[in-house]
């Protein structure tokens, strides 16, 4: 089993910045791709963004050019962070840590809520 803690979001003003990160624990090794999905009211959840094991990300065209998705590895968690930019109130929405297993196992943290205002 995985767990997931995230922390930041909270209130911004548009064209301001956020870091969120998530903390990884647990069976770690199973770990292979770690990443960020969002869902904003009255849709479904999104990739935001993810990372892989070996350093390879992929980024939502919204959030191309104003996010930057990194990962650290250490003996007993993994962490994984989104620094976001110039945020615009459609980035608004529950944020989502998910950890995907080399198998088929996924994992989900409870979310943090990130509102821009305008």
């Known amino acids: 089993q995985v767990q997931l803690v995230e922390f930041g979001g909270g209130l911004i003003q548009a064209g301001g910045s956020l870091r969120l990160s998530c903390v990884a624990s647990?069976?770690?090794?199973?770990?292979?791709?770690m990443g960020w999905y969002r869902q904003a009211p009255g849709k479904q959840r999104e990739l935001v963004a993810s990372?892989?094991?070996?350093?390879?990300?992929?980024?939502a065209d919204s959030l191309k050019g104003r996010s930057t998705i990194s990962r650290e590895n250490a003996k007993d968690t993994q962490t994984v962070h989104l620094e976001m930019n110039d945020l615009k109130p459609e980035d608004t929405g529950v944020y989502y840590c998910?950890?995907?297993?080399?198998?088929?196992?996924?994992?989900w943290g409870h979310g943090t809520q990130v509102t821009v205002s305008s």
């Open positions: 647990g069976s770690i090794f199973s770990i292979n791709a």
């Open positions: 990372i892989s094991r070996g350093g390879s990300t992929n980024y």
């Open positions: 998910n950890a995907k297993s080399w198998g088929a196992n996924e994992y």
